[in-house]
């Protein structure tokens, strides 16, 4: 577990914490991708979450005084989620989610966003991760998108 500035912590998700991270991923997707289709409704997102990517015990979460506000999936080598309740972007979470993936992870990491999410694309760039591959949207999307990687 690390700690950081104010009362934020990085822990290992439970599966109680099933709920929160799946809020946390819609608030988060609806904020920062309000033009992209979501492939699925929020009673599907809240299952796949508790039942498929939870259980995998490669969810992280970022803890704020028993509420969870962040959430990362690290999958080996693949960063496949790092989202932020919109409200705490810009507080250094997704920055400490991204050192915990380098440092669980230190031969490299890839991971893939749209496109569209230009922040996003700003953040990983600033994190020393460069635009490996570029599709035009064979997704469930339909969103064209672009494969990440950071190598040490």
């Not at 699925?40 to 028993?66: I, K, Q, S």
């Not at 997704?94 to 890839?110: H, Q, T, Y």
């Not at 460069?130 to 990687?149: C, I, L, Q, S």
């Amino acid at each position: 577990m690390t700690a950081g500035p104010a009362t934020v912590t990085l822990r290992p998700a439970t599966a109680a914490d099933g709920p929160a991270v799946a809020e946390v991923y819609l608030r988060a997707y609806d904020a920062a991708l309000p033009t992209v289709r979501r492939a699925h409704t929020d009673d599907e997102v809240r299952d796949y979450f508790r039942y498929v990517v939870l259980p995998r015990g490669t969810t992280w979460v970022a803890d704020e005084a028993g509420a969870v506000v962040g959430m990362m999936v690290l999958d080996g080598a693949e960063l496949s989620q790092l989202h932020l309740r919109p409200d705490r972007r810009g507080h250094g979470i997704g920055d400490r989610f991204v050192a915990l993936a380098k440092e669980r992870s230190p031969s490299g990491l890839s991971l893939w966003t749209f496109q569209v999410n230009a922040p996003a694309r700003r953040f990983y760039e600033r994190h020393g991760f460069t635009a490996d591959r570029w599709t035009d949207g064979d997704n469930e999307e339909g969103e064209p998108d672009v494969r990440y990687v950071w190598r040490p």
